[in-house]
C-alpha cells in the first residue's frame, strides 16, 4: 500500500513537471530564438562592417597607388596636350582595371584637369568640385573615402581620394579620385547576406541619412528624428542631393530595443565604420515575427507529445523504481574505477611536452600538466578540481568556453574568438589571439572528447602549444606578399618572371594587357612566342648578357606581337632571379608600353618639322611678293603711259600676268605657312564645292563627279578664296591619280567635336562640317601619305609639279581652325576628310570689285624699307594723283609726319621693317593724331600683327603684290570714308 501511494505521488508529480516542462520548454525556446536571432544579427553586422572595411580599404590602396604615378603629377605639373592625353590613358587603365565607375583628376583649386568619363555627356573634366570634403581633406594631405549622391551623374558613389605629391613640394599639388558604385556595394553587403522576414539591413551617414539598404523603402530617409538645424547641415553639405530626407518612423527605447510608428518591436544591433566616422551598419529584426516562429510550430505539435507523455508517465515510473537501486550500485563502483583512470590520464599527461589539461564530464579539470603550468603560472594545485569554466581565466581572463568545451557542441559566438577553428574528424582545431598569456602571443590549440571502454564520453583534452613566433613571421610574410602583390597589380607596367629558358612564370593584368592574352593562356609561353625573329634574336642576347655578367639591362626597346597580331613597342629592363643560394634560377623584368608615345613624339617631330618649314616658305614668300611688288609696280606704270596699239602694251601686260602668277605661286607658299590673305566671313560651302566640281568636271570630262552634299550642312567662317584653292588643288591631285578617268566622290556632312574620335589630334569642342574628296585613283603606299603635305614633294618631277598644292591645303585649312585626314591605300583610291568649324552667322555673297582706276589730289605719306617698292610705289601714287611723301623706315616716318602732320591725308605703311616695325610707327604716329588714316601693306598676310593693327584703328590692309587698279580703290576707300 505504501509503495502505491509512493507511485501516485510520483505519477502526479511527474505530471505537473510535464506541464510545467512544457511552458518552461516554449519560455527557453522562444528565448533561444531571440539569442539566435541576436546571434545572426551580430554576426551579419560584423560581417557588413568587416566587407566594407576591408572594400574602402582596398580602393584607397589603389587610389594611392594611382597619385604616385609619374604621368599623373606630370599632368598637375604641366597640364599640356600630351600630359593630359597620357594621365587619361592612365585613369581610362585605372578604372577597367579596378572597375570604378569612373576615375579623376584635380588641381590645387579643385578644377577637373582628366577624367575617365571626359566623351560622356556628363563629363567632369572643367568642373570644379572644391566643395567636396574628400577633396578639401585630401588637398590638405589626409586621404579620404566619401560616400554621397554624385552632383552631375545624381548616382550614388562611394568617393576615394588621395594626396598628389612632386618629389620637391611638401604640400599636395593636386587629388586623384576613383568614384565606386554604391548600387554595386549595396548589392555585395546587403542583398547577399541571408535575410529572414522582419529583418533590415541598412547603413546610415553621420546624421542619420540612410545611404544603402536591402529596402528601397528606406533609401535616403532619416532614421531617427532631427531638427531643422540638422537637416540645413546636412543640406549645405550637399552630401544627399535636395532632400526632403523624410523620417523613417524608428524611436529608440533603450539601446537595443526601437519601435516604428505602428509600434512594433524591433531589435536593434550597431556597428560603427572605422574609416568613415560617424556612419554606422544598423541591423533591425522585428520581434513579433521573431515570436511567430516559434509560437506556431510549438502550438501544432505541444498538444500530442503532452498526452503521448502522460500515458507513459506511470508505465516509465515502475521501471525507474525497480531499477533505481541497481543503477545506484553500478554507478558507485564506476566512479571508483574512473577514479583509478584519471589518476593515472594524470600521470601520463604530465610528461607531455606541449600544455595539455583534462576535464571530466562536469567540467572539472582533472589534468593540469607541467607545461601549462610554466605557460599560464598556474599550479596544478591550484587548478585541479575546478570547474564553471575556471580554466578559461588564464587565457581569457573570464569564465568561458573554450575549444575543449566546445568539442561536444560548438558555439558560433565563441567560435569568433579564434583566428580559425576547423573540425580534424572527432578533434577541433584552432588558432587564437592571446594577449594574457603571452602579449602579441598566438596559441595553437587542439581537443578531443575522451571515451570509456564501452564508448561513453568521461570527459575532453585539449593540447595548446606557443605559436607566436611563427605565427609572426607567417604575417609577416603574408603582409609582405600582399604589399608586394597590390603594387605588382596597381601597376600599369607590365610586370613578368621567367624560367632559366625564358618561359613565363609570374606576371600581373597589366602584361596580359598589353599582349592581349589571358593568364591562363600566358603562364608557361615563351618570350619567342611573340615576338619576331629579329626581336628573338635581340632578346635572346640581351637575356643571354644579363646572365653571364649578372648585371641588369635597363631601357632596351622591344618590339612584340599581340594576340591580335598588332605590334606595340615596349620600353623593358630585366635582371637575374637567383635562389637562396645565390644560383640563378631566372629572369625578372619590367615592360612599359610605349607604342603611342613613340607615335607623338614622331607626329610632334613632323609637326615641329613642317612648322619649321612653314616658317621658312613665309620668309621666302615675303622677300618674294616685295621682288614682285616692284616688277609689278614698274609695269603697271609702263603700261598707263603706253598706247594700247604700241607693241610694248602687250608685253607690259604680259609682265603683270607673270606676277600675278608668281604671286599665285607665294600665295601657296603663304597657304602652307598659314599667313595668306585671309578675308573671313560666312560662306556656304556646299555651293563653293558645286560650283568649282561643276566647272573641274567640264575641264576633265573623262572623270565623272559624284555629289551627295547635305541640305542639312551648316555654314562655314572662312575665306572664300582661299577654300577654292584648296578645292582646285584636291581636285587636281584627284585627276593625278586618275590619267585614264574614274570617279570623284564629294559628300558633306554636319558632325560635332564627339563624332571626331580616334585621331592623333585634340579637336576643340564644337561643331564642324566634314567634307570628304574620294577618288578611285592608283592610291599611295604608306611613305608618300606620310610626305603627301610637305612642301616642294611631288611624285610628278619638277618638271610637272612644284609640290605646293597639297602643302597649301595643310596650311589653309590649319589655318581655318580645321583638320584634314587622309586614308589611302595602294591600288585602291584616295580619301580626304576635312573638318572646318561651322559657324550660325548668316552667309554672305562677295561682290567683286571693277578692274577700275580712281585718282585722287590728297597728300600720301608711303613707308617701305624695301627701295624698289619704295620707288615704284611712289611713282605710281603719283600717277594717281597724289602728292607723296617717302620714307625708307619708321623713325623717317615719324619725323616726317611730326613736320608735315597738317597736310598727310594717308598713310601707306609697310608691316615688316627694321630699326622700327610697322606696328610701332603706327602706334606712335596714333599718339600725334588719333583720326589717322593708314592703309598698311605687307608680303605677308594679315594675319598676327596686321590683324592686331586693325584691331587698333588701322583702316585697311593690302597684300603684296598689288595692281595700281586696287591701289587706288583701296585710298579711295580710306580717303572717302566718313
Known amino acids: 500500500m505504501k509503495l502505491r501511494v509512493i507511485l501516485l505521488i510520483l505519477g502526479l508529480l511527474a505530471f505537473l513537471t510535464a506541464s510545467a516542462g512544457g511552458y518552461l520548454y516554449y519560455s527557453t525556446l522562444k528565448n533561444s530564438v531571440i539569442d539566435e536571432v541576436e546571434l545572426q544579427a551580430t554576426y551579419q553586422a560584423e560581417t557588413i562592417k568587416a566587407l566594407l572595411s576591408a572594400y574602402l580599404s582596398n580602393n584607397l590602396n589603389a587610389a594611392r597607388a594611382l597619385a604616385g604615378l609619374k604621368e599623373i603629377q606630370k599632368a598637375i605639373i604641366s597640364p599640356d596636350e600630351i600630359a593630359l592625353r597620357e594621365a587619361n590613358l592612365v585613369l581610362d587603365n585605372f578604372n577597367e582595371s579596378f572597375g570604378t565607375s569612373v576615375s579623376y583628376l584635380m588641381d590645387q583649386k579643385g578644377n577637373t584637369l582628366a577624367s575617365s568619363n571626359r566623351n560622356d555627356s556628363v563629363s567632369f573634366v572643367g568642373k570644379n568640385y572644391s566643395f567636396r570634403p574628400y577633396f578639401q581633406k585630401a588637398i590638405g594631405g589626409n586621404p579620404s573615402t566619401y560616400m554621397a549622391l554624385g552632383v552631375t551623374s545624381k548616382k550614388r558613389g562611394i568617393y576615394y581620394s588621395y594626396p598628389v605629391y612632386e618629389t620637391t613640394e611638401k604640400r599636395p599639388i593636386g587629388v586623384v579620385i576613383l568614384k565606386t558604385s554604391a548600387d554595386a556595394t549595396e548589392r555585395e553587403l546587403l542583398h547577399t547576406l541571408s535575410s529572414t522576414p522582419g529583418t533590415y539591413k541598412l547603413i546610415s551617414g553621420p546624421h542619420g541619412v540612410i545611404f544603402m539598404s536591402d529596402h528601397k523603402k528606406f533609401l535616403y530617409r532619416l532614421l531617427w528624428k532631427i531638427t531643422a538645424g540638422e537637416r540645413m547641415k546636412i543640406s549645405e553639405l550637399k552630401q544627399f542631393g535636395k532632400g526632403p530626407w523624410e523620417w523613417a518612423g524608428f524611436e529608440k527605447r533603450d539601446k537595443n530595443r526601437v519601435f516604428d510608428q505602428s509600434g512594433r518591436e524591433y531589435l536593434m544591433f550597431q556597428k560603427e565604420i572605422k574609416a568613415l566616422p560617424g556612419w554606422k551598419v544598423v541591423h533591425l529584426s522585428n520581434l513579433k515575427t521573431i515570436s511567430e516562429r516559434v509560437s506556431a510550430p510549438f502550438v501544432r505539435i505541444v498538444g500530442y507529445i503532452t498526452l503521448i507523455f502522460c500515458a507513459l508517465i506511470g508505465f516509465s515510473v515502475f521501471l525507474l523504481y525497480r531499477s533505481a537501486k541497481s543503477d545506484i550500485t553500478n554507478r558507485l563502483k564506476a566512479e571508483e574505477a574512473m577514479g583509478v583512470s584519471q589518476q593515472r590520464l594524470s600521470q601520463i599527461i604530465n610528461f607531455l611536452p606541449d600544455a595539455t589539461m583534462v576535464i571530466d564530464i562536469e567540467g572539472k579539470v582533472i589534468a593540469w600538466n607541467r607545461a601549462i603550468e610554466d605557460l599560464t603560472g598556474i599550479t596544478s594545485e591550484n587548478m585541479l578540481g575546478k570547474g564553471n569554466y575556471e580554466y578559461a581565466v588564464p587565457f581569457y581572463g573570464k569564465r568561458r568556453p573554450v575549444l575543449i568545451d566546445m568539442v561536444g557542441q560548438m558555439n558560433c559566438e565563441i567560435e569568433k574568438e579564434y583566428e580559425y577553428i576547423k573540425r580534424d574528424g572527432e578533434s577541433l582545431v584552432s588558432e587564437t589571439h592571446d594577449a594574457l598569456v603571452k602579449p602579441g602571443g598566438f596559441l595553437w590549440n587542439k581537443a578531443s572528447l575522451l571515451y570509456d571502454n564501452d564508448g561513453k564520453v568521461i570527459g575532453a583534452i585539449e593540447s595548446i602549444r606557443d605559436i607566436t613566433e611563427k605565427k609572426v613571421a607567417e604575417l609577416a610574410l603574408q603582409s609582405s606578399e600582399e604589399k608586394y602583390r597590390t603594387i605588382l597589380e596597381s601597376m600599369e607596367d607590365g610586370y613578368f618572371e621567367t624560367d632559366i629558358r625564358g618561359n613565363l612564370t609570374f606576371f600581373n593584368d597589366s602584361l596580359c594587357k598589353i599582349l592581349g592574352y589571358s593568364k591562363d593562356e600566358l603562364m608557361g609561353m615563351n618570350n619567342r612566342q611573340y615576338t619576331d625573329e629579329e626581336n628573338a634574336k635581340s632578346v635572346y642576347q640581351t637575356f643571354n648578357r644579363v646572365y653571364r655578367t649578372g648585371k641588369a639591362e635597363k631601357g632596351f626597346c622591344w618590339t612584340i606581337i599581340g594576340k591580335d597580331g598588332s605590334q606595340k613597342i615596349v620600353e623593358a ?38 612648322e619649321s618649314i612653314g616658317t621658312l616658305a613665309g620668309g621666302i614668300s615675303h622677300n618674294f611678293n616685295n621682288i614682285l611688288m616692284g616688277i609689278m609696280g614698274n609695269a603697271s606704270l609702263m603700261r598707263m603711259e603706253t598706247d594700247a596699239d604700241h607693241p610694248n602694251h602687250k608685253r607690259l601686260m604680259n609682265i603683270e ?140 618631277g619638277l618638271a610637272s609639279g612644284t609640290g605646293l598644292g597639297m602643302a597649301s591645303v595643310y596650311g589653309i585649312i590649319k589655318s581655318h581652325g580645321g583638320y584634314i585626314d587622309v586614308y589611302s591605300k595602294k591600288g585602291e583610291g584616295t580619301v580626304f576628310g576635312i573638318y572646318l568649324p ?141
Open 573 to 610: 629592363s630585366v635582371s637575374l632571379k637567383w635562389d637562396s643560394e645565390r644560383v640563378p634560377i631566372g629572369f625578372r623584368g619590367i615592360v612599359r608600353d610605349i607604342t603611342e608615345k613613340q607615335r607623338l613624339e614622331t607626329q610632334l617631330q613632323h609637326a615641329q618639322r613642317m
Open 657 to 796: 600676268k607673270l606676277v600675278k602668277s608668281g604671286s599665285r605661286l607665294t600665295a601657296q607658299l603663304l597657304g602652307y605657312a598659314r599667313e595668306g590673305n585671309y578675308e573671313v566671313r560666312p560662306i556656304n560651302l556646299n555651293k563653293l564645292v558645286y560650283e568649282t566640281s561643276d566647272t573641274f568636271g567640264i575641264t576633265k570630262k573623262e572623270i565623272t563627279v559624284h555629289q551627295e552634299l547635305s541640305e542639312q550642312a551648316y555654314g562655314i567662317k572662312a575665306d572664300q578664296g582661299q577654300i577654292e584653292q584648296v578645292l582646285l588643288n584636291l581636285y587636281v591631285n584627284a585627276a593625278d591619280a586618275m590619267p585614264n578617268g574614274g570617279d570623284l566622290f564629294l559628300k558633306t556632312y554636319n558632325v560635332s567635336d564627339r563624332d571626331i574620335a580616334g585621331k592623333p589630334y585634340s579637336v576643340k569642342p564644337g561643331n564642324y562640317v566634314l567634307l570628304t574628296v574620294t577618288d578611285t585613283g592608283a592610291g599611295m603606299d604608306e611613305e608618300t601619305k606620310a610626305r603627301i603635305f610637305e612642301p616642294f614633294f611631288t611624285t610628278k
Open 838 to 978: 561651322a559657324t550660325e552667322k548668316k552667309l554672305e555673297e562677295k561682290k567683286a570689285l571693277p578692274d577700275v582706276i580712281v585718282k585722287g589730289k590728297e597728300t600720301v605719306l608711303l613707308v617701305d624699307d624695301e627701295e624698289m617698292v619704295l620707288y615704284s610705289g611712289g611713282d605710281m601714287l603719283k600717277y594717281l594723283g597724289y602728292e607723296v611723301l617717302l620714307a625708307k623706315n619708321g623713325q623717317e616716318a615719324l619725323e616726317l609726319y611730326r613736320k608735315n602732320q597738317h597736310k598727310i591725308d594717308m598713310i601707306l605703311l609697310d608691316l615688316i621693317m627694321p630699326v622700327m616695325s610697322g606696328g610701332e610707327t603706327f602706334d606712335r604716329m596714333k599718339e600725334m593724331n588719333p583720326k589717322i588714316k593708314v592703309l598698311l601693306s605687307s608680303g605677308y598676310s594679315i594675319e598676327g600683327e596686321g590683324k592686331e593693327m586693325l584691331k587698333r584703328g588701322c583702316d585697311a590692309f593690302i597684300q603684296k603684290p598689288f595692281k595700281i587698279e586696287q591701289l587706288s580703290q583701296k585710298i579711295r576707300e580710306i580717303l572717302d570714308k566718313k
